[in-house]
C-alpha cells in the first residue's frame, strides 16, 4: 500500500466493503430511473455531463484503476471506453473532450447500463473472496466517494438540463413545503486562537482535506444560519444587482454580460423557482441557494459582513452532528430550518455554503500518487471552497473536513451562504 | 386563391392528394426508424436539426398553415409547440432557438410520434371529402415538398451526428460498392444565346423558381459527369490544400481557420470515409462528395475550368430525364456513373452540384403572400446555389429548376460538382 | 506585355504618366496632412487601417510591383516592408496580419514620408527618360487607381477612429449645408432587352469590369436620385428596423446582433450625424449614407421596390456625364441633389449605390497574370457590388462600368441606395 | 482624516511632500520621453494600457480625489476627461472601456502633457501654503503611490508594444550584460510558528497590506535566490511544457490553447529574449522572468518544490533591505545576483516573485471609504500573489508588506519565481 494511499482507509471486512459499493452503484441507477433515454444523454453546457456518461464514467473509473489493475483476466467491456470515459486524467491517455459529452447517443442507455452490469459483476468476483488487499480496498473505497460525487453532479445536471426546455419538465414530484417561518437569524461565536484543521484519519477522506494541521482563527462569529430566500429578496429589492459598490471587481463584469439579476432558476417575478419537481413557489424561510460565489460576497457585503473562511466554517462544524436534509431525505430542494433550536443549524445538507476561502493546497499537501494525483490537486487555482453538503448529496458522504470546490462564477450547484462576521 | 399561391399547383383530385401525403408522412417515419430516442434527440452543430426535430416541425408546418386555418374545430396537440417547432417564421411569432433544438429532451421521440398522429388524422378528415379548394390544397402540396426537404436534412444531420461519435456507428446497411471504373470525363457542348430558365408551371415548384424568365448564354462546355474522388484525390496530391492562389480570400481563411486539407468525412489517409454505413472504402470512381463551395472552386480553378452558371446547368438538365441515385435506391451514398453513355450524366441525384451563381432572386421573383413568404425568399443573400439533387434526395422531389442554396463554406450536404468551361 | 495586362492601357506619353503619378502621389499624402501621427498610427477595427499603413502599402505597391521588377538597381528601403506591407498578396509571400496593422508604432509617420519620397525618386527615375514599355508603364497606371483607392478608404478608416473617441474630433471643416429641399423622387424607364456591359477598352479599367460583354435587362424604372435622410427617417419612424418581414435571414439576425436601429454614425436623436467636419445636423434633403446592404435592401422592400441590378445600373449610368460630388469638391459629405434637373441626378459621387447583384465574375473573366490577379478575383463571393462612387472618391476616378463591392453587412464607406423597380 | 484613510500615512512637513510629489511626477514624464507619439498612444492588448493614458489617469487621479475635493475653484482641465481617465471607480461613474483605451488619438500626447502641467501647477499652489491637513495630505501620498504603479506598468505595457511590432524596436539601450555565472541555490531555513504579517503602520501602506496579523507557518526552506534562465532551460529541455502531470488543470488548457512553449518574450530558439534594449542574448545566470502563475507552478511541482506561502516570503523578506535592481538602476532587465552573499538574495527587484497564495482579504480587512474604496479590495478573487518588485518598480516603492497581484495567466509583467519547501 502506497503512502499516498494512506488517506483512504478501506473498511474492516471485504464484506462489509462489498455491501457498501453495491448500495453506492445501485443508487446511481435509482437516480437515473426517472430519465427517458433521451434526458440521459443530452449534454445542457460544457459545465454539466449527460447522465448516461455519469453512469459510465463511474464505471471506468472502477475499470480502469481497481479492475484493470487487480482483477487478473478482467476482460474490458468495449476497447474504446476508456477513451470515451475518461474525464481528466491526462496521465492515463487522450479522452473524448469534455463539451462533446452530449454528442454520444451510441453507446446507448442500455448499453451503459449493460456496461455497469459487466464491472458490478468483476467487482463482485474480486470482493467475493473477503480478502482484499489494502491498496485495492483503498480504491474501491475512493470510487465509492467519487460514484457520490457524480450523483450529486447527475442530480444538478439535469436539472439545468430540464430547465432549458420551454416546459420545463419535473424529474420527480416533491414533498409539499414545509409551513414554517425562518427563524430569526442569531450570531454564534466561534472559538478563536489555534485550532485543528483538516481530517484526523478516521475513515474515509479525500487527499485534499489532509494534512491535518493547524490554523490561527481571530474573533469571529457565524450566523445560526444560511441565509434565506426572503433575506435574499430584500437584497435584491435593495438594489443589490445594480450596485457597482458591493460586488468584486469579476463579479460586477459577470452581471453586466450575462445580465444577472436574480439567483439561478428564480423566474422573473421572484415569486417562484425551477426545481427538481418542475416550478415551485420560492419558499421564504428556506435557505437561498444557486448563487454564484460573487453573488454570496455581494450579498454579504451589502448585510455588512463577510462570508466564514473555511477553517472558521470546520472549527464549528466539527461540533456539530453531520446530519441534516441530504438526498436521501427525497426533498431534493432546501427547506426551512427546524424552529427551537438553540445552535447552529443547517450546517449540513440542504446547501453548500461558499466560503471565503479560495481553493488552495493545506500545508504538507501531497496528492495521490499516479493518475489518482489528479483527481483533486490539479484544481487547486481560481475555485473557491464549498462546505456542509447539500439537499442533492447523498447522506454519510460529506464530514467535517470535507471540502467541495466551484469557480466563482459557477452556480448551477445547490450553493448558498452563511455569514460571519469579525468580533465578539 | 391569393397570387402569390398560384405557383403551388393542386394536383387534380383530393383523393391522390390524400394518398401522395400519406406516403409523405410515412417516409419520414420509416426514415427515423433506424434512430434510437437518443439518436433522434442531439443535435450536433447549429446548423443541424435532431431528428425529432424535423419530425415535429414538419407536422407542426401542416398544423399550422394548414390545419389551423382551413381546418374548423382543430385542437393544437400541445399550446408550446407552436414555439417549439417554428423554425424561422418571425411573422408567426417568438421560436425557440435553432441552436437549443438540440436540449429538448422532453417532449420524447415518442410523444413527437403522437403528435404526428394527431395532425395526420386532421389532415385526413380534412382532405376525405375529396373537396379541399385549391388554397389549402395548395398549403399541403407545398407541406410535402417541405417535408421531403427536411427528410435529406434528417439524412444529413444523422450523418454528422454519428461522424462525432468516437465509434462511428452506421445508420445502416450500404450497397455494396460497384465495380466499376468511372468513365473518363468529357465536355459536352451548351447551347448559347437566349433561353427560358425558371419554372414552366406545370406541376409544383417552389416560388424562388419563378417567374420563367429569358437568360443569355455564352459559348460553354459542360463536363459530363461530376468530379470524382479520384481525380479530387489529384487535386490533394497536387497541394491543392496548401496552395492560396487557387483559392477565393474567403475559402482560403477557411483553410487555415479550421485546418481544413480534405472533404468532410474523408479519413486521414485519404482511403477510407464515412458515410451513413459507416467508415467505407473510398471509390475513385464515384462522384466526390461533402465539398464547401470554396473546395468547388479551387479545384475548378486548378483543373484550369470553372463551375457552371445555373443558368447553363438548367438548360442542359432540361434535356435529360428526372433520374439517378435518389434516396429511393436506398444507396444512400453516390455511386459511379453507367458506363457506356454517351450524354450528361449524374445530372440528378448522386450529389448536389455547386453553381457559380449566387443565389438572388429572379428578375420579377415575388415571395408568397404572408409568412409562407419567409420561405426562401429572406435567404437570398450569401448563399450559392446547387443543383440536381443527391443520394439523400426523395425521387420525384427535384426538377430542372429546382433551386437548392448553401453558404459557400457549409459541406455536410452531399454537395459536389461538375466542371464547365468557356468556348466550344 | 501579356494578355492579362492588356485591361491596363498605358497612357500616351510617359511624361504625361509622370505628371499624373506625382499628383495622385501628393494627393495621398495631403489626406494625411490634417492627421497627427497619432491619428495616423491607430487601427480602429479590423476592416479599416491606419492612415500611415495606407500611405506605406501603396508605396509598397510600387516597390515590389514596378521598382522590384522594372527598375534596375533599385535598392529597397527597409528589408522588412516586404512583409509589413503586404496586403494580402498570399503568392507574394506572408504578411502582417491585418488586424495587427495598427500595433506598429515603428516605423512612424516620418519614417513612412521618408519611405514614399525614396519610393517617388525611384519612380521619376524609371519615368523620367520618356520611353517605358507597355508593361511597367501599365503597372504604374494600376498603382495610381490602387492609390486612389486607398486615398478613399484613408478618409472612411479615419471617420470611424474618429468616431470611437468620445470627443468626436474633426477631421477637417465642412462646407455649410445647402439651403435646398429634395427633388420629389421620380421614375425614370431603363431600356429593356440586351445591352453591353462592361468596360469597354477606352482607358483604364479594373480586371473586374472585364470582358465586356451583353446583358439582358426587364422592363424597369430607376429613381431619379438616391434614397433621402428624410426618406430614411420615414422608414425608422415606421418600424423599419423592428419589423423583421422586411429584412433578410442574415440582415434580421444582424440587427438583433448589433442592436442597429439607425444608420452608422446617427446619433440616437436621428437628428445629427458624426462626419469628416465632427457632428453636424442630418440635411434631411441629402442622400442617406452609411447604409448596409441589409438596410438598404430592407428599406426598398419596405418602399414597395428593389435596388437595382448592375446592369440596370451601367446601362443607364452610360448616358450620364461622370460628374458629381467627389472628394476634389471638399465637401465630404454627400449634399443635395441639384433641383429642377430633369435626369437621373447624383448617379455619381455622394454616396455609392448599393445593387442587387453580388460581387461575381463576368462571363469570360480572367484575372491579371500573377500577383496582380489576387487584386479582385479572389474577392468573388459573398460581396455585393456597389457603384458610382461617393463624396470620398477621387474625381477621375470611377467610370460607369467601375465595380466597387463590400460584404452585406458593412457600412462604414459612404454607401447609399437609389430604388428601382419592375415595370414601366 | 477618516479611519479608513489612516493607513496612509502623511509625511511629516507640506514642504517635503510638494517635493517628493514633484518627483514623482516629474519621472512619469521622463518615462514617457523615449516615447513618439504613436507608441504613446497605441494599446497592444486590453491588458495593457497606452503610455498616454497612464499619464492622463495618474493626473485624473489627482484630480478627482484631490483637487475636486481639497482645491477649492479649481477647474476641471476637460470636462470629458472625467469619463476618459477614470479607470475603473464605478462609484465615479460611466468610464471609457478599458479595450478602447488605445482608440483615443486625441487629446494628443501634448495635450495630454498640458494636462499634467495644469494639474500639477494646482497641486503646487495646494501644497504650497505648506499646511495642508492629513485627509488630502493622505491623498496626495496616495496619488504618489498610485503614480508608481503605472510607471511600472508604462514599462511593461511598451515592452509588450513594441515586441508586437516585426520591427522589434528598443525602448532604451540597456546595460551590458554582467559577466557572472548564477550563485549555485542554497536552501535558507524559515522561522516556523507564530509571526506577523502586514504592514506595521510606520509609512504608507497600500490598505490591502493591513490590518497587520499574525500568521502560523510551518517548517519550511526558501531558496537563497531566484530561479535562473539556465534552469528554466532544463525545465524546457526535459519536456516542462508537454507533461500534463506537471501543471494545473487550468494551466494544462492554458498550454494548450495558447501553444506556450517558453516564456513570454523568449524567442524560437532559447537563445535570445525581446527587452527593454531590444533582443538580447538570454542570460543564463540572471532570473527567469515572465512567467505566468501556471509556469512558475509547473517548474516548481517538477523541481519536486513549491512556492513559498507570502507569509513565508514576507517573514524572510523582513530580516533583508529592501535594496535591489530595481528601475533606477536603469537595467530594466533582471540581472544576475551578485556572488558571495551568505543570505537571501534578490528578494527586492530584478523580478516579482509569485507566490502560492491566491490574493485574499487579511483577517479584519477593511477597504479605504468611499470610491478608493474600489482601487485593492474588490480585486480578491481568482488573483495570486506577487512580491518583492522588479527591474521596473521604481526604488523606494515596495516594502515587505506590499502586495502585488495579477491572474495566473498572466506574463506581460516582470514576474519570475523563488523556490520553497516543506521542512528543515
Same mark, same amino acid.
Given at each position: 500500500m502506497s503512502t499516498s494511499m494512506s488517506v483512504i482507509s478501506a473498511p474492516g471486512a471485504a464484506d462489509s466493503l462489498a455491501t457498501s459499493l453495491r448500495r453506492v452503484r445501485q443508487r446511481t441507477v435509482a437516480l437515473a430511473a426517472p430519465l427517458s433515454a433521451e434526458d440521459a444523454c443530452v449534454q445542457s453546457m460544457p459545465d454539466a455531463s449527460p447522465a448516461k456518461w455519469h453512469l459510465a464514467h463511474t464505471s471506468w473509473f472502477f475499470e480502469h484503476f481497481v479492475l484493470a489493475e487487480h482483477a487478473p483476466? *478482467?476482460?474490458?467491456?468495449?476497447?474504446?471506453?476508456?477513451? &470515451?470515459?475518461?474525464? *481528466?486524467?491526462?496521465?492515463?491517455?487522450?479522452?473524448?473532450?469534455?463539451?462533446?459529452?452530449?454528442?454520444v447517443t451510441r453507446p446507448s442507455l442500455e448499453?451503459?447500463?449493460?456496461?455497469?452490469?459487466?464491472?458490478?459483476?468483476?467487482?463482485?468476483? &474480486?470482493?467475493?473472496?473477503?480478502?482484499?488487499?489494502?491498496?485495492p480496498a483503498g480504491r474501491v473505497t475512493l470510487g465509492m466517494h467519487h460514484e457520490q460525487q457524480h450523483q450529486e453532479l447527475l442530480l444538478t445536471d439535469i436539472k439545468h438540463l430540464f430547465a432549458q426546455s420551454p416546459l420545463l419538465p419535473a424529474y420527480t414530484e416533491l414533498l409539499p413545503p414545509a409551513a414554517t417561518e425562518a427563524e430569526p437569524q442569531r450570531w454564534i461565536r466561534g472559538k478563536p486562537g489555534i485550532t485543528e484543521i483538516g481530517h484526523d484519519g478516521s475513515g474515509f477522506a479525500f487527499d485534499n482535506e489532509t494534512p491535518r494541521h493547524r490554523a490561527l482563527l481571530g474573533e469571529h462569529m457565524l450566523a445560526s444560519r444560511p441565509v434565506s430566500n426572503a433575506e435574499f429578496r430584500e437584497f435584491i429589492a435593495d438594489g443589490g444587482y445594480s450596485t457597482p459598490a458591493l460586488w468584486l471587481s469579476d463579479g460586477w463584469s459577470t452581471?453586466?454580460?450575462?445580465?444577472?439579476?436574480?439567483?439561478?432558476?428564480?423566474?422573473e417575478d421572484l415569486e417562484q423557482e425551477f426545481t427538481l419537481g418542475g416550478l415551485q413557489a420560492i419558499d421564504p424561510a428556506a435557505p437561498v441557494t444557486h448563487l454564484s460565489y460573487f453573488e454570496a460576497d455581494?450579498?454579504?457585503r451589502w448585510a455588512g459582513c463577510r462570508l466564514p473562511t473555511e477553517s472558521e466554517w470546520e472549527a464549528a462544524a466539527s461540533t456539530v452532528p453531520v446530519a441534516g436534509n441530504f438526498a436521501d431525505s427525497r426533498a431534493l430542494h432546501p427547506r426551512p430550518a427546524a424552529t427551537g433550536a438553540s445552535e447552529l443549524q443547517q450546517v449540513y445538507g440542504d446547501t453548500?455554503?461558499?466560503?471565503?476561502?479560495? *481553493?488552495?493546497?493545506?500545508?504538507?499537501?501531497?496528492?495521490?500518487?499516479g493518475s489518482l494525483g489528479e483527481y483533486n490537486g490539479k484544481f487547486m487555482c481560481g475555485q473557491m471552497v464549498l462546505r456542509g453538503g447539500s439537499c442533492a448529496t447523498p447522506a454519510g458522504h460529506v464530514r467535517p473536513s470535507y471540502r467541495n470546490f466551484f469557480y466563482p462564477v459557477q452556480r448551477w450547484q445547490f450553493s448558498g451562504m452563511r455569514l460571519a462576521r469579525d468580533g465578539t
Open positions: 483476466g *478482467y476482460a474490458a467491456f468495449h476497447p474504446r471506453f476508456e477513451y &470515451l470515459f475518461n474525464s *481528466y486524467y491526462y496521465t492515463v491517455g487522450q479522452m473524448h473532450l469534455r463539451p462533446r459529452r452530449g454528442l448499453e451503459i447500463l449493460a456496461y455497469r452490469a459487466h464491472v458490478d459483476a468483476a467487482l463482485e468476483r &474480486l470482493l467475493g473472496d473477503g480478502d482484499l488487499p489494502p491498496e452581471v453586466l454580460a450575462e445580465g444577472w439579476d436574480r439567483p439561478l432558476y428564480w423566474q455581494a450579498f454579504a453548500w455554503e461558499w466560503t471565503a476561502s479560495p *481553493y488552495s493546497a493545506y500545508p504538507g499537501f501531497r496528492p495521490l500518487a
